[in-house]
């Protein structure tokens, strides 16, 4: 048998890592492929392994349940990592059976599970035996109604499903939900922005097709972005054009005045910190970049290490800025959610997320949503951001808040982005907040709310 692609194991080990560790994919692989010294073919088959295998794999184990005769849950964990790899290859990519089968057979003994090669064999060789059209109609047999063969046919959990549906429908456009589940099961585009300040968009990324949108941004088509200068040292940062633009809602809702104090109250990772940190400099004002996991913190510093201006980066609980009354100009609350809008980025997000997790983490939102209110001054900015629709962690927390803080009032936050674009961005208004989508507009499913604390 011939040796299995060095990005086929790169991308077993990755979804390994995922549903063992709790790893993040989109931050493991590019790591990992940095190390590995990988082609960019090669990488790009890897990535496509990788995502594709986890996108899908709720789909895969339906068929994977049909073909082996037991339930999913029953199958020994490497070796339903490694049959769902094999799977993406059969049901969605242009490999030969026989190569997918061999090389999944090999990593089961390379595993140390060479009991279960006869298994994997079996299981894979029944898949190959039927095509794509006919699995696909064997599978949407068991749907239990609409939802349920939604869930299948697109591969998102069930409560993911109505959870989407319930906020399309607030926008009478629940017959976009096929489509925004489609757009969830595609590669998203590899945004980057130029930092002001120490990058120029059109001399620094010039090469590269700009952003739709965001006035700082470009599009990689595809590729290691390290292989662009500006990103390399530091000047330009890969970032989704949603992120760019929920960053560039606070720090351009008004002009700067020279002396501000800005707040990124959860600002791991740090790439919306960064480009805040630029903005502030560049108008004189400072920011403060807080994260209370340590590991996340230090990404926040290694993100801010190359900012001007010499932002601060601190550990903490956000919450305990409600002890510092009235200390910041404008503060970015970019809310710990569900990641329901960057299921396409995150896609092992659909899998690991449950509906007990909204209940758990809309208490957390309120409260970093009052402790934010209490350090902003009279007349300062809050920006409340979650990378989530969801109608719980967006509009009714937002809603909840103006409620209790009779001092807060919304401000046109469209209307902002609507200055930002150049008026590019149509269809994205949620009465005074914007939802972004990622079959709308191409970017992560971003939710901006705009409020001012009155005098």
Not at 68 to 94: C, E, F, N, T
Not at 429 to 441: C, E, I
Request: hydrophobic share 45%.
């Amino acid at each position: 048998m011939s040796p299995v692609q060095p990005a086929r194991d790169l991308a077993l080990a990755v979804i390994r890592a995922v549903n063992t560790d709790d790893a993040y994919a989109n931050l493991l692989l590019p790591a990992r492929l940095r190390r590995s010294g990988l082609g960019t073919a090669d990488a790009a088959l890897a990535t496509e392994l990788t995502y594709g295998t986890l996108r899908r794999s709720g789909y895969y184990d339906r068929i994977i349940e049909l073909a082996s005769g037991r339930p999913i849950a029953k199958i020994d964990p490497p070796v339903r990592d490694i049959l769902r790899l094999g799977a993406h290859q059969l049901l969605s990519m242009r490999v030969a059976p026989h190569a997918a089968v061999n090389e999944a057979v090999q990593q089961a003994k390379a595993s140390g599970k060479r009991s279960a090669t006869g298994f994997v064999n079996g299981v894979l060789r029944s898949i190959a035996r039927v095509d794509r059209e006919e699995w696909q109609h064997r599978v949407l047999g068991d749907a239990a109604d609409d939802a349920d063969h939604l869930a299948v046919l697109h591969s998102h959990p069930r409560w993911v499903i109505d959870a989407l549906r319930d906020v399309l429908e607030l926008d009478d456009a629940s017959s976009e939900l096929i489509y925004l589940l489609e757009a969830d099961n595609a590669p998203p585009k590899v945004g980057v922005v130029a930092l002001p300040g120490l990058a120029d968009r059109d001399a620094d990324l010039g090469p590269l097709p700009h952003s739709e949108f965001s006035p700082l941004g470009a599009v990689l088509s595809g590729g290691d972005p390290f292989t662009v200068a500006a990103v390399r040292d530091g000047r330009a940062r890969v970032q989704d054009e949603g992120s760019q633009l929920a960053a560039l809602a606070l720090s351009r809702a008004r002009p700067i005045e020279a002396g501000e104090r800005w707040l990124d109250m959860c600002a791991g990772p740090g790439g919306k910190a960064a480009l805040l940190a630029a903005e502030a400099h560049a108008g004189g004002a400072h920011l403060t970049a807080n994260e209370v996991v340590p590991a996340r913190a230090r990404l926040v510093r290694g993100a801010l290490d190359a900012l001007p201006g010499e932002p601060e980066v601190v550990e903490g609980d956000g919450r305990r800025y409600a002890a510092e009354p009235e200390t910041f100009d404008r503060v970015l609350l970019d809310a710990p959610c569900t990641g329901l809008g960057a299921l396409r980025r995150r896609p092992e997000a659909r899998w690991r997320k449950q509906p007990a997790d909204v209940e758990q983490l809309v208490p957390l939102q309120r409260e970093l949503f009052d402790a934010a209110v209490a350090a902003l001054k009279p007349g300062g900015v809050l920006a409340y951001v979650t990378c989530s629709p969801h109608v719980a962690e967006t509009r009714e927390v937002v809603a909840d808040g103006l409620a209790r803080h009779p001092r807060l009032r919304s401000l046109d936050t469209p209307a902002v982005l609507d200055e930002v674009t150049g008026g590019a961005l149509s269809r994205a208004a949620a009465g005074d907040a914007v939802q972004l989508w990622p079959h709308r507009h191409g970017t992560d499913g971003m939710f901006i709310a705009l409020l001012e604390k009155t005098a």
